[in-house]
């Protein structure tokens, strides 16, 4: 039994950042790079669900994306992953959620998990989607930001809860394979010590081309997308302004802003 | 007689039987290749061990009781054996006989003395232990619950007292002897007139012919007291390898493998090694086994933490004393047992906690003072790397390693921030990466980053620019040094630390190296040789001291306030920098109060050994707040001089959490000594 874990490797903003020269996105030199948080959560799902199981479980961390991304996959292998596995083509560049998705659906039907787990968003883009849109692909059952999950390896069906908005639990069965999304505070992430990870770069990191999931260039890239990005900037400035006088004067005040904000030049 | 040789044959073969078996224990440990020779090791452990040097320290009392003890329990000991030597040995096979005439006189004499002084030091440690009620001599543990099976162990206390009272009785029943001797043999003028030669036996036995007793009775009384003495003598011999006698041997042998930084240079793990730390009893290598047994239970390490003084759950001496109990359990028999049963981790009975690991600030004041170099702080972190690799730790530790993983530095801030401090210098910092400096400034992440350290920054970056100081920095090739991630057991991070910044260091050209950090300091001079980076390196208060020395700087302005210092541990203890701060000071013109607690005995803030990164339990007092009510008790304090970045945040925390703002200030001696040398007025700076 195997169940798939999708991680990402997220970028943060290191201070006093440049854009790209083509302005779609911040100049890599720029980024601090790491494990997707809530893919940490995810995967210590999975490592927590092989370690309580009395049948052995293979937990393998997938990821889409060229060489460096080797390094959070390392982490994944050094917090219990049995199993990483890369998926790179430079075609792949550009790709929206949607084409990573293709490409990560197509992984899963190599691998024929019980389960896909992947985070509830990654924390540099937060489209929310690619987990959501893998389970398309699959046509697998599927659930979105599970905050507890009670799941045998094997059984046919898995039991999670979801929380909604005003404190309400959602309780739910769902069929397996499926594919949940898992949310922040599931569980309590494992520290993966320096020499854990260090220790994990023994274990091969599997790559897969494009071919080898029998896909082509055009389902992935800008090809293979549904969205593109036209432009990455920094918005102007808000502006604050404390409004002081009587009421009177402080609505006055009020409505001229709001006249202005409408473009009434009147 | 047959028969008490042949007690005496068993009582040795009981001894030679303990005796392996403490050994076979200590060679189920790990092991360990010593360096250094043998020659000098031995030397240093028979200098220490005539001289009483390390018992005497902080209580000369006991120490001049054990001497006596020592030196009394010694001649008496050689006394006999040399009888036995004669008696038995020399006499029967070679015909040799020294025991006669002027020798035999003087040496009673000097036995005679002997038992004096072995009495009186008894009767000393006797009082010392129900009358003088030393807290350090309190077995209750700050680690466990009073109705825990392990909570004050009044089993120690019988020991204690059965080890006094046989010594004394054997000792007392010893002159008894010699006195019911010289009665029965009173008629015998080669006996009797010599009796002074004995003096203590001599005026037991005209007692007792005062008392009326004659020959006969003497006789009587020396055939019983012979063999009631004869037979205590022996069971105590068959009991060392069994009891706390046994510190005889294991405190002189522990003393003979002593490391002189052992908490300064914390060991690598082999290459060999998959497993970070000690897990089981076994992990432990045999000379750390060996300390466990070394141990007399003397209390000092408990009284001198910082941990157990603000009643955190860490008293070194339990730690130690725990996993002896722990290893005699396991290690003393036949065979081994399972794995699972060698874990020393947990809260049963001679397991070490969670909490009382994390509880350690590793500032050295166990090590230092322990009279029998007990090596407790890489016992400690020994076991805090196996906490880490288990991730069994305070989820704020847990974020902060990842970030020092991630940025290299605590504070979670870009590496381009760095070097953010030296904006707004009037004068460019060197980058030492790019050109050749004299100095290059290792600055650390507390001097870096923190925003009232950075104040502090700047004035010395200022004051070595006045002094014509060629100086540089690495910008951000510089990484949070290691020397608390190392502490916290976190020895994977360590290494890449270390191997990052030997490697930046490897990319400038300088002659020595100076920091304001003595965390870093100290791992920069004690553990970076061990990974290839072999440098001059000095804390910057005796580099300071050298510009004074120098004519470069000079004092224009001389200060007046009544000062104290406070040694920190990285400094004072681990690297012995007790002197120039206090010149400095004096340099200065302050007057400077001690406290206490000073220099090896300083008092940790509370933030080494990565507790600058753990919350303290909320309501607790913390070890900062101990040491500034210490320095809040001398009279009419000005400042509470501190040279540490660490020590800036933590005790001007303390000094207002404890109601003494106000009262007096804690200032960076960088601070004042930029007050004694005022910054020149613009118009006089010279173009």
Redesign the interface.
Known sequence: MKILVAVKQVAAL???FEFRDDGRDVDPDFF?R?LNEWDDFSLEEAVKIKEASSTPVDVVAVSVGPDDVDEVLRKCLAKGADRAVRVWDDAIEGSDPIAIARVLAAVAKHEAPGMVFAGVQSSDQSFASTGIATAAFLDWPHAAVVSALNYAPGAKTAVFRRELEGGLLHEVEIQCPAVLTIQLGIN?P??A???????AAAKPIEVLSLTDLSLSAADVGEAGSASRVRRMYMPDKGRAELIEGDAAAQAERLAAIIREFKGDSA | MRLFYLLGYAAIAVFGYGVYVQIRKYRRGAALKLDGSFRARLGDMIGKVLSHSTIARRDPAAGAAHRLIFYGFALLFIGTSTITLQYDILEPLFGIRFWQGKFYLVFSLVLDVAGVALVGGLVYMMYRRRWLRLPKLDYARPDRAPGDPDFDRPQYRREDWAFLWILLVIGCTGYLLEAARLVWLQARPDVWDTRWWSPVGALIAQACRALGMAEHGGALLRHGLWWFHGLLALAFIALIPFTKVKHIFTSAASLMVRDPQAAQRLPRIPESQAQAGVAKITDFNWKQLLNLDACTKCGRCHEACPARAVGAPLSPRDVILSLRDFAKATLESGAIPEAAELDVHGKAPGQVAQETLWSCRTCMACVEICPVAVEHVPVIVQMRRKLVEDGAMDPLLTKTLQTIHKTGNSFGESKRKRAAWTKGLPFPVKDARKEPVDVLWFVGDYASFDPRNQKVTRTFATLLHEAGVDFGILFESESNAGNDVRRVGEEGLYELLANANVAAMAGASFKTVVTTDPHSYNTIRNEYPDFGGRYEIQHYTSFVKQLFADGKLRVTSPLTYRTTFHDPCHLGRFNKGYEAPRDVLKLLGCELVEMGRSRANSFCCGAGGGRIWIPDPIGSEKPAQNRIKEAAAIPDLDVYVVSCPKDLTMFEDALKTTGNEGKFVVKELIELIREAIPVHRPEEVPA
């Open positions: 290191d201070e006093d601090i790491d309590t494992r520290y010590s320096l020499r854990s990870i260090k220790q």
